[in-house]
């Protein structure tokens, strides 16, 4: 198989590096070879963080040049769209329809951009947003978001769905496990 590539961006605190351990422990029990590379250096003051998975039969990095990522799983809408320029051609761009305002705009020196949801539908043929963060605070857990998101990638992915299930029920505290299934189960049934 040729290698595919995901990029998961967002913004520190959303789980996005726990994803990022769930999707390529699925892609390894899958058979694949799986490379994965993060960057999160500001991610703990509300910066933005960025993983990216790559995987195939034989993968010798973990990073995809610009155009070239299959998938987009973005955590946020901003994030979606500075991100936007790693997908390829006919890519899948995922979305959290969710607005966490960045420093600039935080503190009134930016205006976080109203038409986000316009560009990225201008910008790419298959765009999904879904309220993954208003559908994990009805779990009753916010931050049960990222793993709604996965179950939304996996819906999109050729991998079968218990395989998914197998590593979030292992990976999880046990606290949290009928949580993360209810919220893989959430995404992976979305349909906008």
């Known amino acids: 198989m040729n290698t595919k590539s995901v990029v998961i961006c967002g ?7 726990t994803a990022s351990d769930l999707l390529s422990d699925v892609l390894l029990l899958n058979g694949y070879d799986v490379k ?6 500001m991610s703990q ?8 998975i790559r995987f195939g039969e034989q993968v010798f990095s973990p990073l995809s040049g610009l155009g070239e ?11 979606a769209l500075r991100n ?27 205006k ?19 309220p993954a963060t208003d559908l994990a605070i009805k779990l009753g857990n916010e931050k049960a978001s990222n793993v709604i998101l996965l179950g939304l990638l996996a819906s999109r992915m050729d991998i079968a769905k ?20 209810n919220a893989f189960e959430t995404g992976y049934g979305f349909r906008e």
Request: net charge negative; proline share 6%; glycine share 10%.
């Open 11 to 17: 913004v520190g605190g959303q789980g996005i590096l």
């Open 36 to 41: 994965k590379s993060e960057v999160h250096g």
């Open 45 to 52: 003051r509300g910066g933005d963080v960025i993983s990216t």
């Open 69 to 79: 990522t299959d998938y987009v799983l973005a955590f946020e809408k901003l994030e």
């Open 84 to 110: 936007l320029n790693y997908l390829a051609p006919g890519g899948v761009l995922l979305v959290n329809d969710f607005r966490w305002d960045p420093l600039p705009v935080a503190a009134g020196l930016e």
């Open 112 to 130: 976080y951009p109203e038409d986000i949801e316009k560009q990225l539908r201008a910008l790419v043929n298959q765009v999904v947003l879904i």
């Open 162 to 181: 218990k395989l998914w299930l197998q590593v979030i029920e292992a990976k999880v505290p046990p606290r949290f496990k009928d949580l993360n299934i």
